[in-house]
């Protein structure tokens, strides 16, 4: 599930919407809502993020966040993140965005952090 996909859910879930509906609202099908928000659909166009904020009448912060999260859902992409964590997915996804602007020494430590966790892996095999 991507975090864009998370938050529809929750969205669809506390209005008490089903996906049946909110897909026939929308014009797409409830197989294509499903796929979206289990992560299984790739990122979610422009229109239909802000056909999804017309629909649940969202605004401003809200909006800007749905906004935000349909941008780091792209569930696949040379990392494959379906069916891992939401934050999983947003990492990938930032990590895509923004590793050309990174400086060798952020670039560095995200390296270690990850080097550091195969060691420690590592060290709970062996016991």
Same mark, same amino acid.
């Given at each position: ?13 506390? /209005?008490? $919407? ?5 897909? =026939? ?5 409830? !197989?294509?809502?499903? %796929?979206? &928000? ?37 569930? /696949?992409? $040379? ?5 891992? =964590? ?5 990492? !990938?996804?930032?990590? %895509?965005? &923004? ?29």
């Amino acid at each position: 599930m991507t975090p864009f996909g998370r938050r529809i859910r929750e969205l669809r879930r506390d /209005r008490g $919407v089903t996906m049946k509906d909110m897909a =026939a609202a929308l014009r797409v099908t409830p !197989a294509y809502l499903s %796929a979206l &928000e289990h992560g299984k659909r790739g990122r979610p166009s422009w229109r239909l993020v802000q056909a999804i904020i017309g629909y649940f009448n969202v605004i401003w912060d809200e909006a800007e966040e749905l906004e935000r999260l349909a941008r780091i859902s792209h569930p /696949r992409i $040379v990392i494959d993140t379906a069916g891992l =964590a939401p934050q999983a997915t947003e990492l !990938a996804n930032r990590l %895509a965005e &923004e590793i050309a602007h990174m400086a060798p020494a952020e670039i560095a430590s995200l390296l270690a952090l990850l080097e550091a966790r195969e060691r420690r892996d590592k060290g709970r095999t062996k016991k």
